[in-house]
């Protein structure tokens, strides 16, 4: 027992307690619940679902968002949440929810730079997390796992045993953690280096190598010269339409960014705030990102650190359409406002890194931002 900031007593079980919790919630949906999926008689037209997710979006940019969507199985799945989520919404479920990723696939893992400086693997995009049942990531990663291990032309039972060992890793992961201190969990990171130093294979290493130096470039020495250039003695992004440009009402998107900017700026305790206060934004493009994320509104800003150190920001905004099909019960309070199925907050940023602003020049920032906000 312990007392709450309002003086009532709470209960906190044990790790013990809920390990059997767990295996008692297993009477009512058990492991071999989740082996199958079965349409239900009233599933929904997939392809209006997907018309339903283009709400919202520039109609300019669905051709690319569906060309991008056709090169493959893999490729479909990653635009195509919507759907999934609305299959997952009929499946047992056990009711733990947890802030949920919301499009867990294996293409959103990737190397970054910690706030340490030090690059680490994990998932990177968090622009549609939502409460949901914890069920629906693990499945969502499984099922990717399956399609991008077909992409790359393994066979099935490759593919199969690939996505039984993910959910073999996630298991006993979270196990892990269950008996783990806190604070332990908070700081836990898989560092990328690890990958190279178990891999199997000499093939192995040297894959996982390449992907150690892809990640490494992704900075602004690597970024910057690439979509910037000078414009009447000014540094400038540089406009390659239709993926990145600057649309006639990109005066009143620039006042928008900066409003999230400063939103964003708010979020951060002062150590960091102070850092970021040196920068100013100096131009600001529209940009096209990924393959769910095509069509709505993503900026990229340049910002300037004075004299001479420069870096970019990414702004989005999204409608969140992955989740919509979730019960109306999925509605949460985040910082004192409703966060419903379907809606974003302008409030929250969901991604950022600051990892060495004061010697590196680039960093990349995205937001959510609600439809009805603006």
Known sequence: MRKSENGKSEYRASPKELVRAGKELRVDVPRSAHAKWVAPPNRPDPVELLKSADHGRLRSLLPIRYQRMYQSPFSF??????????????????????????????????????????????????????????????KRLAASVVLASREIGCSEGHASDAARAATETYRTRMREYADMRALDVWYSHLDAKLLVDQARTPAAKKRWRNVEKKAERETAGHEFPRITGFKNGH???????????????????????????????????????????????????????????????????????????????????????????????????????????GRGCCNLPVTCSLAGLPTIAATIFTFVNCGICG
Request: glycine share 6%; hydrophobic share 40%; net charge positive.
């Open 77 to 138: 799945f990653r635009g195509a949440a919507a759907l999934m989520a609305a299959d997952l919404a009929t499946t047992p479920a056990t009711g733990i929810r947890v802030q949920a990723c919301g499009d867990c696939h294996a293409a959103n893992f990737g190397g970054f730079g910690s706030p340490e400086r030090r690059l680490v693997f994990d998932i990177n995009d968090f622009d549609e997390t939502l409460p949901a049942p914890w069920e629906w990531d693990v």
């Open 235 to 341: 540094r400038r992004i540089i406009d390659r339409p239709p993926l990145i440009y600057h649309p006639p009402e990109i005066a009143s998107i620039g006042k928008r960014v900066r409003k999230m900017f400063q939103r964003y700026r708010l979020t951060l305790p002062e150590e960091k705030r102070v850092v970021l206060d040196r920068y100013r934004i100096v131009d600001v493009a529209r940009k096209v990102a990924g393959i769910g994320s095509v069509g709505t509104r993503c900026a990229v800003a340049l910002l300037r650190l004075a004299p001479v150190i420069p870096f970019s920001c990414s702004s989005r905004r999204l409608a969140l359409p992955c989740w919509h099909p979730m019960p109306a019960s999925a509605s949460t309070q985040i910082k004192g406002r409703e966060w419903s199925p």
